[in-house]
C-alpha cells in the first residue's frame, strides 16, 4: 500500500509537470488554430465518400437521423460514428510546435448519464413534442457573480508538489447582433439556426432574443437599501470581512439625501447596527462599519429576517427596496433547510422587497446564495479581489436604477407538425411552480397599474398555448437568448416554424407593449443547399451552449472516475469548434477551441491512472469544467 502511494504520488507529480509543460499554466500558451501549428487528419477519401452532406461552411459535418436519439447533445454538428469513419480525426495545439495528430479510437460514452446531463434533459422529449404548453425556467439573473466566481475558482488553481498548476477559463463572452430598441424598452428577434430544411425534414435549432434599449433614463427613484453583514469567525479567512467592509462603504458613498440605509450584522447572533434611517450622515456610519470584528458562527436566516424588518419600515409605492447580504455562505447556526430560505425570500419579493446576494471567498455554499438572490428577485454579485469591492455595488445601484420593463412574457407557439426536442439550458417547471410563475405575473401587474399607472392587463389573461417564459424585471442594455431544438416535418415549398410573441410593463414609454415575431424556412432537395444556408449567429451560440453542456458532462464524468468518457466528450467538442473557426476564421470559436485542446491534454494526463482523478488535482480539473460548463449553457 505505501508503494502504491508513492506511485500515485509520483503520477502526480509528473502530471503537474507535463501540464506546465503544454502550457496548461496560465497565460504561457499562444498556439493558434489556424496555419501551420494546427491540422485535422483524415481517413482515405473512400471513407469520406460514403457520408451523407460534405462539410459546408466547415460546421454542418453530419446532419442527425429523425430516428436518432433526439436528446443527442450534438444534433446536427459531428457524430461519434462518424468521427470513427475519418479515422478519428483530432485537433492539437502545442506552445511553438507543429501540431499532433492522435487517431487512436475514443473510448466509449458510459451508459449512465453524468448527473449535469440528467438535470439538462428536464426540458428534453424523447420523441418530440407537438404543441407543447409548458412553462420554462427563467435563468436571467442579473449580476456577474457565477462568472467572478469561476474566474476566482480557476485563477486560484491547485498546488501539486510545490507548483501551482491551473486552466485557463472561457469566457464565451460572444457578441450579439440583436437589433437595440429606440422607442420601447425591449425588441424580440427569433432566427433559426439554417434557413432551408432537407424536404426529408429534419432537425434545427430556434434562438429568440430579447433586446433591451441602452441609453440614459429619467432620475431613479428613491433606494431602501437594507445592507446585511456576516461577521462569522470563518470571515476573518483570506480578507473576506475587510473585502465586505470596503463594499459596503463604497455602497455607502454613493447614496444620495432621499434615500435610506440600514446595517445589519451577524454571526450566532444578529444586531442592528444602524437602524433604518436617511443617508445624512454617512460618516458616522461609515464609522460603525469599520468597527465590526470577527465573531462565532453563521446565521444567515436570522440576518436576512432582520433586513427584511429593517426595509419594511420605510418600504414605499415609489421606493426601490433593496436587501443585500454579503456573506460566505457556510450556515452553521440558526435556519439550515434551504426550502425555508426559499419560501422566506420569495414572500419578501411578493412584498416587493428584493434580495440581492454578495459571495465571498471561494469555499462557500454558492447554491444558497444563488437561490436567495433568484427568489428574492435579485442580483448575484461575488467579490474576488480587493478590486472588485469597488466596483462590485456600481454594477447592483446602475442594475438597481435601470430597470427597463416589468413582467416580460415570452410565449414560441410551434407551427402544425413542428415538435419542441429540447430547450437548451432550461428546465421546465411543474406544475407548483407553473402556478407559482402565474401568481407573481399578477402580482407584478397589479403593482405595476397602482404605483407606476400602467394599466392592468393580466388579470384574467387564459392560458395561451406555447412554451412560455417570464421575466419579473429586465435591465437597460441587456440581452437574453432562448434556444431550442425544434423536429420540422417532411414538406415542400415553405414551412412555418413558430410565431414569438413577447409583451411587457414598457417603463420607459408606460404603457403595455406587445411585439409578434413569424419564423419560416424554405424546404430545399439539396442537402448542400441546407447546410449553406447556416445563420452564423445562431450557430456560434449554438456552439456555445453545446460546449458548455460538454463541459459540465466531463466534469462529471471525472468525478465518477470515469475519465475516458470526459476525455471523448471535449475531444469531440475540440472537433467541431475547430471547424467553425477555420471555416469562419471567427477569433471566439479559435480561442475556445485551443482551449479545448488544452483541457484535452490535461484529461489524457489524468486518464493515465484512475487514482489521480481522486486527488487535488483530479477535482480541481473537475470542479472547473463543471463549473464552466453551467456559466456556458446559462
Not at 444586531?271 to 460618516?283: C, E, I, R
Not at 459571495?359 to 448575484?380: H, T, W
Not at 417532411?490 to 414598457?506: I, R, S
Not at 460538454?550 to 472537433?575: F, T
Amino acid at each position: 500500500m505505501k508503494k502504491l502511494r508513492v506511485w500515485v504520488w509520483a503520477a502526480v507529480c509528473c502530471t503537474a509537470l507535463a501540464l506546465v509543460g503544454w502550457g496548461l499554466h496560465l497565460s504561457t500558451t499562444q498556439g493558434s488554430m489556424t496555419g501551420s501549428s494546427m491540422r485535422m487528419e483524415k481517413s482515405q477519401s473512400a471513407s469520406r465518400s460514403n457520408r451523407p452532406a460534405a462539410v459546408s461552411n466547415g460546421v454542418e459535418v453530419e446532419r442527425k437521423s429523425m430516428n436518432s436519439d433526439s436528446t443527442s447533445q450534438d444534433s446536427g454538428v459531428l457524430k461519434e460514428e462518424q468521427a470513427q469513419k475519418t479515422g478519428g480525426a483530432r485537433y492539437r495545439t502545442m506552445a511553438g510546435s507543429q501540431a499532433a495528430v492522435g487517431s487512436a479510437k475514443a473510448a466509449p460514452m458510459p451508459a449512465a448519464e453524468p448527473p449535469s446531463a440528467q438535470r439538462r434533459h428536464k426540458s428534453a422529449f424523447s420523441a418530440g413534442v407537438a404543441n407543447p404548453n409548458i412553462y420554462i425556467a427563467n435563468d436571467y439573473m442579473g449580476g456577474t457573480g457565477e462568472r467572478d466566481r469561476l474566474d476566482k475558482l480557476i485563477q486560484a488553481g491547485v498546488v501539486v508538489d510545490g507548483k501551482r498548476v491551473k486552466l485557463e477559463s472561457f469566457s464565451r463572452n460572444y457578441a450579439q447582433t440583436f437589433p437595440i430598441p429606440t422607442t420601447t424598452a425591449l425588441h424580440v428577434t427569433a432566427d433559426t439556426e439554417r434557413a432551408r430544411i432537407v424536404q426529408e425534414g429534419d432537425h434545427t435549432y430556434l434562438q429568440v432574443g430579447l433586446q433591451a434599449i441602452k441609453g440614459e433614463l429619467p432620475r431613479r427613484s428613491p433606494l431602501n437599501i437594507a445592507l446585511v453583514i456576516d461577521r462569522s469567525g470563518s470571515m476573518a479567512d483570506e480578507g473576506k470581512l475587510e473585502f465586505a467592509k470596503a463594499a459596503a462603504m463604497s455602497l455607502v458613498k454613493s447614496l444620495r439625501e432621499e434615500d435610506t440605509f440600514s446595517l445589519t450584522a451577524f454571526d450566532d447572533s444578529v444586531k442592528v447596527l444602524v437602524p433604518a434611517q436617511g443617508t445624512s450622515s454617512k460618516a458616522r456610519i461609515m464609522r460603525t462599519i469599520a468597527a465590526i470584528q470577527p465573531g462565532g458562527g453563521t446565521n444567515i436566516y436570522g440576518g436576512l429576517e432582520c433586513g427584511y424588518r429593517e426595509a419594511a419600515r420605510f418600504a414605499r409605492a415609489d421606493t426601490v427596496n433593496r436587501v443585500i447580504l454579503l456573506s460566505d455562505g457556510q450556515v452553521t447556526s440558526g435556519v439550515t433547510d434551504p426550502k425555508l430560505f426559499d419560501k422566506l425570500t420569495a414572500a419578501e419579493a411578493d412584498s416587493e422587497i428584493q434580495t440581492t446576494s454578495v459571495g465571498l471567498g471561494l469555499e462557500f455554499n454558492e447554491d444558497l446564495m444563488m437561490s436567495i438572490a433568484r427568489n428574492g428577485k435579485g442580483n448575484y454579485h461575488f467579490i474576488k479581489d480587493g478590486e472588485a469591492t469597488r466596483t462590485v455595488f456600481a454594477k447592483e445601484m446602475n442594475e438597481l436604477t435601470h430597470v427597463v420593463a416589468k413582467a416580460v412574457k415570452l410565449r414560441i407557439r410551434l407551427a402544425d407538425g413542428v415538435k419542441l426536442v429540447r430547450v437548451l439550458g432550461a428546465a421546465t417547471l411543474d406544475a407548483a411552480q407553473t402556478r407559482q410563475v402565474k401568481s407573481d405575473e399578477k402580482a407584478i401587474d397589479r403593482k405595476v397599474a397602482d404605483e407606476l399607472g400602467i394599466a392592468s392587463n393580466r388579470q384574467t389573461d387564459r392560458d395561451e398555448p406555447g412554451i412560455k417564459l417570464l421575466i419579473p424585471d429586465f435591465y437597460r442594455g441587456d440581452s437574453h437568448i432562448v434556444m431550442m431544438e425544434l423536429e420540422i416535418p417532411k414538406g415542400t415549398g415553405q414551412c412555418k416554424v413558430a410565431d414569438v410573441y413577447l409583451k411587457y410593463k414598457d417603463l420607459v414609454t408606460r404603457v403595455n407593449q406587445s411585439e409578434v415575431s413569424h419564423v419560416a424556412v424554405q424546404y430545399t432537395a439539396n442537402r448542400a443547399e441546407a447546410v449553406a444556408s447556416i445563420n452564423r449567429a445562431v450557430k456560434k451560440n449554438l456552439l456555445g451552449f453545446q460546449t458548455g453542456e460538454a463541459l459540465a458532462d466531463a466534469g462529471s464524468l471525472i468525478q465518477q472516475g470515469q475519465v475516458a468518457g470526459a476525455v471523448k466528450r471535449v475531444d469531440e467538442r475540440m472537433v467541431v469548434v475547430g471547424l467553425a473557426a477555420r471555416e469562419w476564421s471567427d477569433t471566439d470559436l479559435e480561442r475556445d477551441g485551443k482551449l479545448l485542446s488544452r483541457y484535452e491534454t490535461v484529461l489524457k494526463q489524468l486518464r493515465t491512472s484512475p487514482q489521480l482523478a481522486q486527488t487535488d488535482l483530479g477535482q480541481y480539473v473537475a470542479r472547473s469544467l463543471t463549473y464552466t460548463g453551467y456559466r456556458m449553457t446559462r
